[in-house]
């Protein structure tokens, strides 16, 4: 046929760049023996190009394209119909016209056709742009087939298009469309079928929605479907939708809405049969391609026909187990408040610091608990640490046991370990100790000691030896990490809280007494690091002319900022007040369990808001008066609940045995924080001894760019510095996996089916409306909710509580300014919650959705005690 025309049946799925995602996945499907697929023809992108390419009129709408942002749609709107007008008048060359028409002759020129768009960005694996481009059905005749090919190199500049390649980051330049030509079916039912279960992402559950007629309405939504679950070969769901409308051909070209005669409008459109035998075809074809498919089919004269394949890229991965056995996965990430995706050092460095391998899977980590909920000795001290931290997960992991389809129990049961995943059980085994600072004191100067020697022996390392001194010192980590006098204060503290708690509410009806109990205690790296910014702006705050150069930074500049400051007045002592903090928290950042995030030390401008914040928001010497406010009221607390106690019946022993467990928690809690910051202090210096490595490799040309190695693996590093080479192909790769990882929400629990579950509170006690969380940090408070996603981007005025979808330690300078805080991750161990409590500031965690379903700006009520949270309706 040429370069500009090829044939269904000489194409494949390696084709991408020369007929688009669709026309190669159309090629592919019809190698597939027993899959039926239109007959037809492509029309290349080599075609488009040369169309483009004299069109230079579109040039400047290109450029003008590529500089807006996806919320410029005013802009775009304009752009693209520019665009769009220019390609749908150009004339199509004689050539091109005359090879098409030919082709249509063979396949037979009077028949009906479906003309549909196949762009080279559309339906592949990491991204699926499903609907973003035209498709034109029962087109008839070579001029209207001709004009149709014409709109469909048009729709790659449409409005929706245009956003979503701009929100994906693809450049428009690099796009380039294909037009697929298929012979029309005309069915008399079609529809979508998923191989994996799109609302539950179950690989072994296969979902199939049928209509009436053509599929195009039904994946429009503009017809109701009669919806079928498929599991091991059986149909074990069905629901017949009541189809009062199909679309079917018009006579006269294109496609109508008709109504279904009344006595056919509550018959399903398959049967059982047809179901399963559709279901069959589609595991034949996702077989084939290697992953879950999204597939529409249609069915004619009893035979299904496939239109079309596309890999389904909302489901999770799934852990490789190297087994067939039920597998369930804990997510790592809502332990750490941290669920974004890392990239691979950064997973290849929390592995070789944890206690135990972890399963890797869409750039998050999980633990496989498979083996503590099948033993019932195991299984109840997991329940019950996972439910005191983080209801929801509980609750999933309860759901997994009742359904009994995962986990089988094992042979013979063995004597009870410790939770997997390195989870302490309460009271598992860390006898618990009484109050005294000195041993909090003492294990903070060993951790700086042994941070401190490390920082001496690694500048003079590089090459090979540099990577043996940091594996030698992950294994110090780990010593300093899992240090048992560690944990053992670390567990007395928590242990004395969920005693207080438990206690406290039994005896007095207090509920949560702890929260005010823990306001204020010492050695919290992490409130002390929120409370440190107040004195940077009481640094900064009388300098009028530091004040504005500080409103003018970007936050994405580095540290430039700082050494111009010295030539203001004033601007020494604010430059030299940041430096000090980023001395003591300049290794800490957004993400930070990722030793590939940018530092505040890297990036020190992403503390500028905050910094802004508390200048404009607090006077001077707010630090020193919070924290003396949080001693005071917690004192006033323990008085009032030791008398209270001592008015029972045998008052003195509770109220003594109470004091002891105040004493504890005042006396060890802060601790809590401190053995993370450790690791990210040896992390930062990791990360500056690596990227300098880097800047070697890139000096030898072994790498790239010096961040390329962020895509490699530890033992791949080690292997790249060892040979002086690296796969250019494989951290491409790995960089397009990442962008795919990061659109990707990963769930709580997952099974080894792929089925993501969420769990649920199971309450009944809430107001009507109510968003339902887990209480960390008790009170009740009213404000304007600030919705931030980005830190960066914080913006918070006095009475307005943060609404974010989780905060890792790196979050506490903004806790500062908050009267209250909600999440959508976090448990009552959480840094979030510790640090809320600290503060004083009521939270609820876990709240699902809170940054869809609260907008920013409402007026919201935030219950610490009870665990919810209301949208208050404007007066």
């Given at each position: 046929m040429g370069d500009d025309l090829i044939?269904?049946?000489?194409?494949?799925?390696t084709q991408v760049a020369v007929v688009g995602g669709k026309g190669a996945h159309l090629g592919e499907l019809a190698r597939i023996d027993g899959v039926r697929v239109p007959p037809g023809f492509c029309v290349t992108t080599g075609a488009f190009r040369r169309?483009?390419?004299?069109?230079p009129s579109i040039d400047d709408p290109l450029d003008q394209l590529s500089r807006l942002t996806p919320d410029d749609q005013e802009t775009i709107r304009t752009l693209s119909a520019a665009i769009r007008r220019t390609l749908e008048r150009i004339t199509i060359p004689d050539e091109l016209a005359t090879a098409i028409t030919r082709e249509l002759a063979r396949h037979g020129e009077r028949a009906a056709y479906?003309?549909?768009s196949s762009a080279t960005a559309e339906d592949l694996p990491s991204a699926s742009f499903a609907g973003q481009q035209d498709t034109f059905l029962n087109v008839v005749g070579p001029a209207a087939v001709l004009e149709h090919v014409g709109r469909c190199w048009a729709s790659l500049f449409s409005e929706r298009a245009v956003t979503y390649r701009l929100r994906n980051g693809v450049d428009h330049r690099t796009v380039h469309m294909a037009v697929v030509v298929q012979r029309m079916v005309f069915p008399q039912a079609a529809g979508v079928l998923f191989t994996a279960d799109p609302v539950t992402s179950n690989r072994k559950v296969a979902s199939v929605e049928a209509a009436f007629g053509l599929g195009e309405a039904l994946v429009s939504g503009r017809v109701n479907a009669d919806i079928y679950k498929v599991r091991d070969g059986d149909v074990v769901a069905r629901s017949v939708a009541t189809k009062q409308r199909a679309v079917h051909a018009s006579p006269a070209g294109g496609t109508q809405e008709q109504a279904v005669e009344p006595a056919r409008q509550d018959q399903p459109a398959l049967s059982d049969a047809q179901v399963l035998e559709l279901v069959a075809l589609g595991r034949q074809i996702e077989?084939?391609?290697?992953r879950p498919q999204d597939i529409e089919w249609c069915l004619a004269d009893d035979a299904f026909h496939i239109v079309q394949s596309r890999p389904i890229t909302t489901l999770f991965p799934v852990p490789e187990a190297g087994d067939r056995a039920g597998h369930v996965y804990v997510s790592v990430g809502h332990g750490q408040m941290m669920t974004d995706a890392m990239k691979p050092l950064g997973l290849s460095f929390w592995q070789l610091t944890t206690p135990r391998p972890m399963c890797e899977a869409g750039g998050r980590l999980f633990v496989d608990v498979t083996e503590g909920l099948a033993s019932p000795a195991s299984r109840a001290g997991l329940l019950e640490v996972f439910g005191r931290s983080d209801p929801l997960l509980r609750d999933a992991l309860q759901t997994v046991l009742d359904r009994g389809d995962v986990i089988s129990p094992p042979p013979e049961e063995g004597p009870g370990g410790p939770a997997p995943g390195g989870a302490p059980v309460p009271g598992g085994g860390h006898a618990a100790i009484e109050a005294d600072p000195?041993?909090?004191?003492?294990?903070?100067?060993?951790?700086q000691a042994s941070i401190a020697a490390l920082a001496r022996a690694i500048p003079a390392r590089s090459g090979t030896a540099l990577l043996d001194v940091i594996l030698a010192d992950i294994q110090e980590l780990r010593r300093v990490l899992f240090d048992p006098q560690s944990i053992q204060v670390i567990m007395t503290a928590m242990d004395a809280t969920w005693w207080l708690n438990e206690h406290l509410e039994e005896w007095l009806g207090e509920r949560n007494a702890a929260d005010t109990l823990t306001q204020s205690v010492p050695h919290n790296v992490t409130s002390e690091m929120g409370l440190s910014l107040l004195d940077v702006a009481d640094?900064?705050?009388?300098?009028?002319?530091?004040?504005?150069?500080?409103?003018?930074?970007?936050?994405?500049?580095d540290g430039g900022f700082l050494d111009e400051l010295a030539k203001l007045a004033g601007g020494r002592e604010a430059r030299d007040a940041i430096c000090a903090y980023l001395d003591t928290y300049g290794m800490r950042c957004v993400g930070e369990i990722d030793i590939t995030r940018p530092r505040w030390s890297e990036r020190p401008a992403a503390l500028v808001p905050a910094i802004l914040a508390n200048v404009r928001n607090f006077g001077p010497g707010e630090a020193e008066r919070r924290f003396e406010q949080g001693r005071q009221q917690a004192r006033e607390k323990e008085q009032e609940l030791l008398e209270r106690l001592r008015a029972l019946p045998d008052g003195e022993r509770k109220a003594e045995e109470t004091r002891r467990m105040i004493d504890r928690v005042r006396t060890f809690i802060g601790y809590r924080e401190y053995p993370k910051y450790g690791m990210v202090s040896r992390y930062f210096i990791y990360k500056q001894a690596l990227l300098d490595e880097a800047d070697r490799l890139v000096q030898a040309d072994v790498l790239r760019e010096r961040d390329d190695i962020f895509f490699l693996t530890f033992p791949e590093l080690q292997e790249a510095v060892r040979t002086r080479q690296v796969d250019d192909g494989l951290i491409r790769r790995r960089k397009d996996e990442f962008r795919s990882f990061e659109a990707l929400t990963p769930p709580r629990v997952l099974t080894s089916d792929g089925e993501a579950i969420?769990?649920?509170?199971?309450r009944d006690d809430l107001p009507s409306g109510a968003l339902v969380g887990l209480p960390v940090s008790a009170g009740t408070v009213e404000g304007r909710a600030r919705v931030i996603v980005d830190m960066a981007q914080a913006d918070l005025a006095p009475g307005d509580i943060l609404v974010t979808a989780h905060t890792d330690p790196s979050w506490s300078p903004l806790f500062v300014a908050a009267t209250g805080l909600v999440t959508e991750v976090g448990g009552l161990m959480t840094h979030g919650a510790v640090v809320a409590r600290e503060y004083g500031l009521p939270a609820v965690v876990g709240v699902e959705g809170a940054t869809q379903l609260i907008q920013d700006g409402q007026r919201i009520r935030v219950n610490g005690t009870d665990g919810y949270v209301e949208v208050i309706p404007p007066s």
């Open positions: 044939d269904l049946r000489d194409i494949d799925q169309i483009v390419e004299g069109a479906a003309v549909r077989a084939h391609l290697g000195a041993i909090v004191t003492e294990l903070i100067e060993r951790t640094a900064i705050r009388p300098h009028p002319e530091v004040v504005a150069l500080l409103e003018d930074v970007d936050e994405d500049e969420a769990g649920t509170y199971r």
